[in-house]
């Protein structure tokens, strides 16, 4: 099985950056797509960014240009880079990856707080 590991969230000001890397536990091969989505208490996850396998990407709304989804050399990472941070980004976010036999994983989920 594989895993998904999240990491780089944490406590940031209103205005500041952060980088989120999700690594995989092995190759996962025939990905189709990966995406980071996030969920905040109450409401459903959300996605927040994606890109498939031939390298386009997408964007929610309010986030985009502040949010940059990109994948590692070996597309065994995804990462998101987040700048300009807002209070609303604050949730829990997750990556996930889905592959062309259709399965798919999610990574545990790391904590963004953007707070004064």
């Known amino acids: 099985q594989v895993q998904l590991v999240e990491s780089g969230g944490g406590l940031v000001q209103p205005g500041g950056s952060l980088r989120l890397s999700c690594t995989f536990s092995?190759?996962?091969?025939?990905?189709?797509?990966m995406g980071w989505y996030r969920q905040t208490p109450g409401k459903e996850r959300e996605l927040v960014a994606g890109?498939?396998?031939?390298?386009?990407?997408n964007y929610a709304d309010a986030v985009k240009g502040r949010f940059t989804i990109s994948r590692g050399n070996a597309k065994n990472a995804v990462y998101l880079q987040m700048i300009n941070l807002k209070v609303e980004d604050t949730a829990v976010y997750y990556c996930?990856?889905?592959?062309?036999?259709?399965?798919?994983?999610w990574g545990q989920g790391t904590q963004v707080t953007v707070s004064s």
């Open positions: 092995r190759t996962i091969f025939g990905i189709s797509t």
């Open positions: 890109i498939i396998s031939g390298g386009s990407t």
């Open positions: 996930y990856v889905a592959d062309v036999y259709a399965s798919g994983y």
